[in-house]
C-alpha cells in the first residue's frame, strides 16, 4: 500500500521560464506539469470568486465581515453534500458560465496565450471546488487518484487548477505524481465503471504539492496523476478552480444539444449551429450523467439516460462518437 498519509514533496515552480518556450517545453517533458506563482490578474480572480463567498455567507458558515473563506464554528448542515471525491456544488452556482466570461477577461486570456503559445480553446470541463475544514483521512489522504486524459477520451487535454484564496498544505490543495506523464494511463481496466487507479500504482515519494497562493496556476499533462488532498486545516474552506483546453492546434469537441438519441447514433445541434449526425462503435465512451459522470455506461443505459434537449461534449474521429459526456460547469 503506496499511499501517502502527508505529502512533503513540494512542486517546482516554472514561473521564471515564462517567455523561453525551450525551457519550458524541457520542465514539461521532465515533471508533466508547470507550477506559475503569482501570474493570474487579482481583480479578476476577485471578480470569480464573490459569488462563492457570498453563498458561504448566506449558509452562514462564514461571518459577514470576512474576505476570506474562514469557518465560524456554526453548524455545516446547510453545506453541500459529499459527492464522489468532493462535494456537490452550490445550488446557485449550477450551470454558472462565470467561468467562460473569468478566462476570456483580458489579463487572463493573455496569461494563458503567452503560457500555452497560442489563443486557448477552454471546454466545459469546469469545476469551481470547495471543500469545508476538518475532514477526516480515514479513507486515505488522497481524495481520487486519477489522469484526466483516461475521462476525456477522443481529445488531448491540458488542465489548469488554480487555488481562489490561499491554500496552505493542510488545507489540502492539488497534488500531481511528478514525472508520470509518460504513461501508460494506469486505471485498472478490470474494475468498471469508474476504473480506479490501484492504491499501489504510484510510490508515495511521487507526490507533490505546494502552499499555494491566489495568482498561482498549476498546467498539468492529461497523463498525469493527480489528486485533490483532504482539507485537514481547522478553520479554512478550501477553494480552487480547474478546467481544461484543447492542446494549441487540435480540433475542438463538439457542444450543443442533442437533437434526437437511439442506441446506435445521436443527432446534435452544436452551439454554432451545426448539426452533427453521429454513430456508436466498440470505443465510444458514454459517461453517465449528474453524479455518475465517472462511470462508463452500457449501450442500453446509454439510451435511456441520454434524451432529446440534453446537453452534451461530444469527441468523433470519422463520424463515430469517441467521448459522450454532460458538460461539466
Ligand atoms: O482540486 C481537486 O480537489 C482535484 C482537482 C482535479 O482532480 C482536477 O483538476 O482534475
Redesign the pocket.
Known amino acids: 500500500m503506496n499511499a501517502p498519509t502527508s505529502i512533503p514533496g513540494t512542486l517546482t515552480d516554472s514561473t521564471r521560464l515564462l517567455g523561453d518556450r525551450s525551457a519550458l517545453h524541457a520542465a514539461w517533458d521532465r515533471d508533466g506539469y508547470w507550477y506559475f506563482r503569482s501570474v493570474l490578474d487579482a481583480e479578476s480572480l476577485a471578480w470569480f470568486r464573490a459569488p462563492i463567498m457570498a453563498e458561504l455567507k448566506r449558509i452562514e458558515v462564514v461571518d459577514l465581515n470576512e474576505d476570506a473563506p474562514v469557518w465560524n464554528g456554526r453548524h455545516l448542515e446547510r453545506f453541500p453534500p459529499p459527492v464522489q471525491?468532493?462535494y456537490a456544488p452550490f445550488p446557485a452556482l449550477v450551470k454558472s458560465r462565470r467561468w467562460r466570461d473569468f478566462l476570456a477577461r483580458a489579463p487572463i486570456a493573455e496569461f494563458f496565450r503567452e503560457a500555452l503559445g497560442s489563443d486557448v480553446h477552454w471546454v466545459p470541463v469546469a469545476?469551481t471546488?470547495v471543500?469545508p475544514p476538518r475532514e477526516t483521512c480515514q479513507d486515505g489522504l488522497l481524495?481520487?487518484v486519477?489522469q484526466?486524459g483516461f475521462y476525456n477520451e477522443g481529445y488531448r487535454c491540458l488542465?489548469a487548477?488554480m487555488p481562489l484564496w490561499p491554500i496552505r498544505r493542510e488545507a489540502g490543495?492539488?497534488t500531481v505524481a511528478a514525472g508520470l506523464h509518460r504513461g501508460p494511463y494506469l486505471h485498472d481496466l478490470q474494475q468498471p465503471p469508474r476504473y480506479p487507479i490501484p492504491a499501489d500504482a504510484i510510490n508515495a515519494d511521487q507526490w507533490r504539492t505546494a502552499d499555494y497562493e491566489v495568482g498561482d496556476v498549476v498546467l498539468f499533462d492529461r497523463m498525469l496523476p493527480?489528486?485533490?488532498?483532504r482539507n485537514r486545516s481547522k478553520h479554512d474552506f478550501r477553494v480552487?478552480f480547474?478546467v481544461r483546453c484543447v492542446l494549441p492546434g487540435d480540433p475542438a469537441p463538439i457542444v450543443g444539444h442533442i437533437l434526437e438519441a437511439t442506441a446506435t447514433g445521436v443527432r446534435v445541434r452544436a452551439e454554432d449551429g451545426r448539426v452533427h449526425n453521429l454513430t456508436f462503435d466498440a470505443k465510444s465512451y458514454c459517461r453517465g450523467l449528474g453524479r455518475n459522470a465517472g462511470a462508463r455506461l452500457r449501450p442500453l443505459e446509454v439510451a435511456q439516460q441520454y434524451q432529446a434537449g440534453q446537453e452534451v461534449m461530444i469527441t468523433e474521429e470519422a463520424g463515430m462518437v469517441r467521448l459522450r459526456r454532460e458538460p461539466k460547469y
Open positions: 471525491a468532493g469545476e471546488r471543500m481524495t481520487y486519477h484526466d488542465t487548477w490543495g492539488l493527480h489528486s485533490g488532498q480552487s480547474d
